[in-house]
């Protein structure tokens, strides 16, 4: 018996060994520019405005309106983001569009007579959602830093929603399974509550109308007029609260991004209200001093170093972020050398700390996740990061009557009550309690990387939770691993977030000794079949110049380059 259930365990090994064996994948060579998205389509049309002599800038407005179209999950009008930008001078910046909880929204407002939760209320229907801020997002880009006329930049998504794109096998999958949810969302049936297969045609009529307004009046084309009189009016119909005056007073926001050096990479990443600069600042720092070279990628002690990182990185997250216009973060604090060692101090490779014996440290002074990513370098050298979302797949499923969008369901991302989870799994505190204007805690992490002055990388991906640690294992695949981007993007990927106490895996890519001996060391594994983990969209400068792209094969993702 012993001898049987010995040889069971080395077939069982060598199955898995093989499957992780990944052979050297390259991806999507180009000369001088590049941009990967989740949509080829929404890729070819940023590629196209950057061969008509548009800059990054410009590609990144075509490409995030272009994805409002053929990604309907995340891609957005109706939602918010972030944008890190590196010109080709060095000069780096971060313009934050994140959506804001209404004038007339509550700490409380997601709250019982008793004081509970209420189940489904604050990530689903009317009621979750926040104010729109990516058109706000596109027009302050183009104001500050567009080359082309603006027209231009919006007419490719106005004919592909009129011409209509072909539905993927995937999207007809999500598209299906969200019928339900369409109806209920709804007081009318709305275009994708239908019955979809791979190669049928979407043609979006009412949103090609909301784009030409958007593409004739800039700004006011979406915050005041038909647009906006379509979005309250249908808002009001349903319940919600989101109202003109909201719309009117939405600002998109400039902001310092977070800078840090990893081994003397500069790194420069989104700030809050988004929680992934912070996050991946105090990640990195607290593998910075241990030697790569004698630790396995994805091996026991590589999965030890960073979980025991995250869970550190994550109780803090909890307790100290929110948005910075409304709370006081000791971001210094939390990121600098003396906090982050004494944070470190109680790992032990012997013994995986219990996250109930961490909270967060003393400073002085988680349904799917259909976020988005896009990456762009364009032929003058400019790199931008671009992480936009509804939240969920199609935010709340709310459709706007007759403008052709879904509504986000962000305000999920507040905490609705301290100690109460969101969909993610994560916990807030105060500091992410709603307040109206305020916005709502966020994770991702749009990122570029430089070396020695020179542009490196430009990384980031969906994932809720998630997205801070899948960047994270990406610039280290690069840095530490010497890894091609498609090479990186397609490694398995993995997540602690201190609560729930577990570590998601992707099914494969971690050998059976590996989990072994994490179980055995007192790490809880969470792996199901289908887990999938981001979908990481980047690209690399190589050494020659050309570049890499890195399109995640875990959606429908693409470079498309020159
Ligand atoms: N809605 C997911 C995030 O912003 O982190």
Request: some cysteine.
């Amino acid at each position: 018996m012993k001898k049987f259930f010995s040889i069971l365990f080395i077939a069982i090994l060598l199955a898995n060994c093989t499957a992780t064996k990944e052979d050297k994948v390259t991806g999507l060579i180009a000369e001088k520019a590049m941009v990967v998205s989740a949509r080829v389509e929404a890729s070819q049309v940023g590629s196209d405005i950057l061969k008509k002599g548009g800059n990054a800038y410009d590609a990144m407005i075509a490409t995030q309106l272009a994805l409002a179209v053929v990604y309907p999950q995340a891609g957005n009008i109706g939602g918010g983001g972030f944008m890190v930008f590196r010109h080709s001078d060095g000069k780096t910046g971060a313009l934050d569009f994140r959506e804001k909880a209404p004038l007339s929204s509550d700490k409380d407002m997601y709250l019982d007579e008793k004081g509970n939760v209420i189940p489904g209320m604050s990530d689903f229907g009317v009621h979750s959602s926040g104010v729109p801020g990516s058109v706000a997002g596109i027009v302050e880009v183009y104001e500050k830093y567009g080359s082309l006329p603006f027209k231009e930049l919006v007419q490719p998504a106005i004919d592909l929603a009129r011409n209509g794109f072909k539905v993927t096998k995937n999207q007809a999958r999500s598209f299906n399974g969200t019928r339900e949810r369409f109806a209920k969302a709804n007081n009318y049936k709305i275009l994708f509550d239908a019955e979809w297969k791979e190669g049928d045609v979407v043609k979006l009529e009412e949103l090609a109308q909301t784009l030409e307004r958007i593409r004739d009046n800039g700004r006011d084309g979406f915050y005041k007029g038909k647009t906006a009189d379509l979005i309250v009016n249908y808002v009001k119909e349903l319940g919600g609260i989101i109202t003109h005056e909201d719309l009117v007073k939405y600002k998109a926001v400039w902001r310092k991004p977070i800078e840090f050096d990893y081994k003397g990479y500069k790194i420069t990443s989104m700030t809050l209200p988004a929680s992934g600069g912070v996050c991946l600042a105090q990640i990195l720092k607290s593998v910075e001093p241990y030697d790569f070279s004698k630790i396995e990628h994805n091996s026991t002690k590589y999965l030890q170093l960073l979980t025991e990182a995250e869970r550190r990185s994550y109780a803090d997250r909890a307790h100290y972020l929110g948005d910075i216009d409304f709370v006081n973060v000791p971001i210094d604090s939390l990121t600098s050398p003396e906090y982050i060692k004494k944070r470190m101090s109680t790992f032990s490779w012997d013994k995986a700390t219990k996250s109930s014996d961490v909270s967060h440290g003393e400073v002085l002074g988680y349904e799917s996740n259909e976020t988005t990513h896009y990456s762009i370098i364009d032929q003058f050298g400019n790199a931008v990061a671009v992480t936009t979302t509804l939240n969920t797949g199609y935010g709340s499923k709310v459709y706007v009557k007759g403008a052709g969008f879904f509504l986000n369901n962000e305000m999920d991302d507040f905490s609705a009550k301290p100690g109460v989870p969101n969909v993610y799994g994560l916990l807030g505190s105060a500091a992410n309690a709603i307040a109206p204007e305020k916005r709502m805690l966020s994770s991702m992490t749009p990122t570029i990387v430089e070396k020695d002055g020179k542009l490196k990388m430009v990384v980031g991906t969906p994932g809720g939770s998630t997205i801070i640690t899948s960047v994270a294992q990406n610039i280290l695949n690069v840095v530490e691993y010497d890894m091609g981007m498609q090479e990186s993007v397609n490694k398995a990927r993995f997540h602690h977030q201190w609560l729930p106490d577990y570590i998601r895996m992707e099914p494969r890519g971690f050998d059976s000794i590996t989990k072994v001996n994490l179980k055995a060391l007192g790490y809880e594994l969470l792996e199901r079949n289908s887990l999938i983990i981001g979908r990481v969209d980047a690209i690399l400068v190589l050494p020659n110049g050309k570049l890499e792209g890195g399109a995640d094969p875990r959606g429908d993702d693409a470079a498309v380059g020159f």
